[in-house]
């Protein structure tokens, strides 16, 4: 694959994934020096992504596409548009910053390897979300962000806490990424495509389809989950359990986008229609409120940033489901500043927890002076986070209402926008200004400034989003329009300004928004004690409701189970064989099809002995007085059988025979010895008639089944294959084996990872020690 | 079961037994034999020198856990599956390469390594449910 231009892409995919591989050697030897020699490979796809820019400003898209099953329409296939690159770059860039941090925010962690690892599994997994052009790509590239999401928030795993985000975290997207692949499947079948990009054009056939309501109900519900949408919001907050690196990377500036990003990438086929336009901005204007009202709440400096993640991606949503350009427009610049302002801002509030030893807004203050460029970021990020110049998040506050205005129902969603701003605004201030300005507050550590590892990353962010305030014009048009025109599937081009040339009704609202945050800023302490009350007082929320739902699945489960698992080996083996009797007569009995007695009397002699060695075999079974010696006698039985194959011309399966038969008598006389059973049989009379009976009927309905299999007209089509290619193709002589290890060896795949699971669940079994008190082995403390 | 004779003659047996399972299995591809049935062989080796020599005595022997073996096992064969990519062919597809060798020809290919897989797999799979049955009848 070359190592430039649009393949070198597969590259810059590849690359997260090598240094998860990495991770954990170099983290041994270089220890948190790591991280420097780390980020060079995040950086590498940074740059690659970059050079792809100044095509995708002329307009053009790229396409690259590997075979995977074609057989059913499954490709690896990437898209490269306006959208998908400027995520990239995002995911890429920002990856390569908090690699960094990562190294020194857990340095000397003996675990940093693992970390790093994990983090670099979620970057490799995220980039190919926004870059997948096969919806099954997109599908398990997006299932793989919430696994190692998983992994990440569950890190530190020996608190509880850490496990029940983790948990809940997996359930809530999990369950959001199955309904997406329901969607996305049914959005190829009807628009004719598996490829994202030929779908893009299929938006009228969508539209019209009569499974469009049921696309959008499954297609949102992925996004809303992921993105922490009203009521799906509960799990992003607990995800703060991780450690900072990963809020500050998953969920702020990348994974939790990956719901807008699927809205935003399928509004050319979903979007414009009523249902998009109601369902979305209300829920992402609930959500912005939502958000911003809990994070009023939050003394946690951590805390509220997370809910304001939570307000700003129900922002983003609201912007997106305007289906206006000019919105969308405010959308993408506000996608992009918030991805710099918070990135920056979870850094700042990292570092000054790590230096500090508290992240309480109460129990920090002063601190500018010990930690002047922490400082400095979080000023920076939280002057573009309250929407003021000339940092880019102003710009994006501006277009944003100027979309709103003009948007069908205007006015609901630019009060939604302005209200919720307000709030944000005074979080921003609140964020920036308690920690670093005012009196000195002793902290539990004397705090200093971090080491380079630590601030490079959110000074860096930070002066960047001064930098894309400035530059505007252009970053605007190389980077925001071409992703606006990519949302929307018609081309826009709007020259950006950093400070509004006329007096618009945006710069009156940005005017209306700041005077408000200025009162919700010198009300917070006020404000926050009602919030508190007001939530007490309800005292219940999706995040309550999740563990109930929980615990009503897990007891309908253990009722179930106790009803069903009753513990007697002796039911579960009647229960098994009357189903396998059941089938085996069942559709003869149906059908009327019952095998011909024929060809039982032209058994040459030796087959007759053999026959014979058999039936004694079974018979001492039956007649033995110890159950070791019947399993021995078993054996004989299974000799019978294999010498049979033998005879027959089947030289490896009578050989498998002998030896299963061999590994089954030692590994059963070993399991009989093991277990506490009782000398005697303990079966009532009655039962053993049953059982007699019962396995009477088996063996002749198995019996009878292989007499009409070989009554059929023999189908040579599948060993004549085998025969006359074994040699020629797959160069061995013994089919058998052939067969095993080339022409199915897919299916080999499978058995031997069978034998492989089935092992580990037998080592588990065995280890299971009976509780000395009572029988109950349910695992209560998760 | 635990005579003398029993005990001292488990090792060779059980020595031979392993031999015999690696020729079964590399014979595979064009006589009886292969993965399934050598692993097979090679877990009884293990079984007859642990009835003989006691459980412990075998987890030495094996210089792995069971279930690492089976894993490595696992790994080898799914490996084995990739390399026809390199050469632009669905995965899975053979590779062959013949290899002169004191004045004969060994043939190494893809199939082989992932037979080795397969008899991995089952070697430890198996012995490790046989070793830890045995260890708690001791």
């Known amino acids: ?782 | 079961m635990n005579t003398l004779i029993f005990r001292t003659v488990a090792p060779y047996l059980s020595a031979l037994m392993m031999l015999f399972s690696v020729f079964v299995l590399l014979r595979g591809h064009n006589e009886p034999g292969g993965g399934f049935i050598g692993g097979l062989i090679a877990v009884s080796a293990f079984a007859i020198y642990g009835i003989a020599c006691g459980v412990s005595a075998v987890r030495r022997a094996m210089k792995f856990h069971p279930m690492s073996i089976a894993a490595s096992g696992l790994l080898l064969a799914v490996v084995s599956v990739l390399p026809s990519l390199f050469f632009s062919q669905p995965a899975m597809t053979s590779q062959w390469l013949a290899l002169p060798f004191l004045g004969t020809v060994i043939d190494l290919s893809t199939p082989l390594f992932f037979d080795i897989g397969v008899y991995l797999v089952v070697v430890g799979a198996i012995s490790s449910i046989a070793l830890s049955l045995e260890e708690r009848a001791d």
């Not at chain 1, 801002?345 to 920090?364: A, I, P, Q, Y």
């Not at chain 1, 010198?522 to 309550?544: C, E, H, N, Q, S």
């Not at chain 1, 009397?601 to 014979?612: K, L």
Request: proline share 4%.
């Open chain 1, 1 to 782: 694959m070359p190592l430039f231009g649009v393949e070198a892409t597969f590259w810059a995919l590849l690359g997260p994934f090598v240094a998860a591989a990495l991770s954990p050697f170099l983290a041994k030897t270089l220890k948190h020096n790591a991280a420097w020699l780390l980020a060079v490979i995040p950086a590498l796809a940074f740059l690659q992504f970059l050079s792809i820019v100044p095509g995708i400003a002329e307009g053009q898209t790229f396409k690259a596409s590997l075979e995977w099953v074609p057989t059913f329409n499954v490709n690896f296939s990437i898209y490269l548009d306006g959208l998908s690159v400027l995520f990239a770059l995002l995911i890429s860039g920002i990856g390569t910053l908090i690699t960094l941090y990562a190294g020194g925010y857990l340095k000397g962690h003996e675990n940093l390897g693992q970390f790093l690892s994990y983090l670099f599994l979620f970057m490799g997994a995220m980039l190919g979300v926004v870059v997948a052009d096969n919806v099954i790509t997109l599908f398990v590239y997006w299932e793989l962000t919430s696994i190692t999401s998983f992994l990440l928030i569950g890190f530190d795993h020996l608190r509880r806490a850490s496990r029940r985000s983790a948990v809940q975290a997996l359930v809530v997207t999990g369950g959001g990424g199955l309904a997406l692949m329901a969607g996305l499947i049914l959005a190829g079948y009807q628009g004719g495509s598996f490829e994202l990009s030929e779908l893009l054009n299929s938006g009228d056939v969508l539209r019209e389809s009569p499974y469009y309501t049921a696309i959008f109900i499954l297609v949102v519900l992925g996004a809303f989950t992921k993105s922490a949408q009203f009521p799906f919001h509960f799990w992003l907050p607990n995800a703060m359990e991780a450690p900072t690196p990963v809020s500050a990377y998953l969920h702020s500036a990348t994974m939790v986008k990956a719901g807008v990003y699927l809205l935003m990438r399928m509004h050319p086929v979903l979007g414009d229609t009523e249902l998009w336009m109601t369902v979305l901005p209300i829920f992402g204007g609930i959500t912005l409120l939502v958000g911003t009202i809990l994070g009023i709440r939050q003394t946690d400096l951590k805390l509220v940033l997370a809910y304001t993640t939570v307000a700003s991606l129900g922002l983003l949503v609201m912007l997106t489901g305007t289906s206006d350009p000019v919105a969308i427009q405010g959308a993408v610049i506000y996608l992009f500043a918030h991805s710099l302002f918070k990135g920056s801002l979870f850094m700042v509030v990292g570092t000054v927890d790590h230096e500090s030893g508290t992240r309480d807004l109460n129990r920090v203050g002063g601190l500018f002076s010990l930690m002047p460029i922490t400082g400095t970021a979080a000023v920076l990020s939280a002057l573009s986070m309250a929407g003021l110049p000339p940092l880019v998040g102003f710009v994006a506050k501006e277009v944003l209402y100027d979309g709103t205005w003009h948007a069908v129902n205007g006015g609901l969603w630019t009060g939604f926008a302005v209200l919720g701003n307000a709030m944000m605004f005074a979080l921003a201030a609140t964020v920036a200004i308690k920690p670093f300005f005012g009196a000195k507050v002793k902290t539990p550590k004397v705090a200093h400034e971090g080491t380079v590892l630590l601030v490079a990353g959110s000074i860096t962010l930070a002066v960047l989003g001064l930098a894309a305030g400035a530059f505007i014009a252009s970053v605007g048009h190389q980077l925001l329009s071409p992703m606006t025109s990519a949302i929307l599937g018609t081309p826009f081009d709007e020259e950006l300004h950093l400070f509004p040339t006329y007096l618009s009704p945006a710069l009156y609202l940005s005017l209306a928004t700041i005077a408000l945050g200025i009162i919700i800023f010198m009300y917070m302490d006020k404000l926050r004690v009602i919030v508190a009350d007001a939530l007490r007082t309800i005292g219940w929320g999706p995040d309550k409701g999740f563990d109930q739902v929980l615990e009503v699945i897990i007891r309908f489960a253990t009722a179930l189970t106790q009803t069903v698992q009753t513990g007697s080996m002796v039911t579960y083996m009647r229960a098994t064989f009357t189903v396998i009797a059941l089938v085996l007569f069942v559709p003869m009995i149906l059908t009327g099809n019952w095998p011909k007695l024929q060809g039982i009397g032209s058994f040459y002699a030796y087959e007759w002995f053999i026959a014979a060695i058999a039936v004694i075999g079974v018979y001492a079974v039956l007649t033995a007085r110890y159950r070791v010696t019947a399993i021995v006698l078993l054996g004989i039985q299974g000799f019978a059988v294999a010498l049979i194959y033998l005879l027959f011309g089947a030289p490896d399966l009578a050989f498998t025979q002998f030896m299963v038969e061999t590994l089954s008598v030692v590994i059963l006389a070993l399991v009989m010895t093991r277990l506490n059973l009782k000398p005697t049989d303990a079966r009532s009379s009655r039962g053993k008639v049953f059982d007699i009976s019962l396995s009477v009927l088996c063996g002749a309905g198995i019996s009878m089944l292989l007499m009409s299999i070989i009554q059929l007209p023999f189908d040579p089509t599948l060993s004549e294959f085998f025969t006359q290619y074994s040699r020629t193709i797959a160069h061995g002589r013994n089919i058998v084996n052939v067969i095993l290890v080339d022409f199915r060896g897919f299916d080999t795949i499978g058995e031997i990872s069978v034998v492989m699971v089935t092992g580990l669940a037998v080592l588990a079994l065995i280890r299971v020690r009976p509780k000395s008190n009572g029988n109950s082995n349910s695992e209560k403390n998760r």
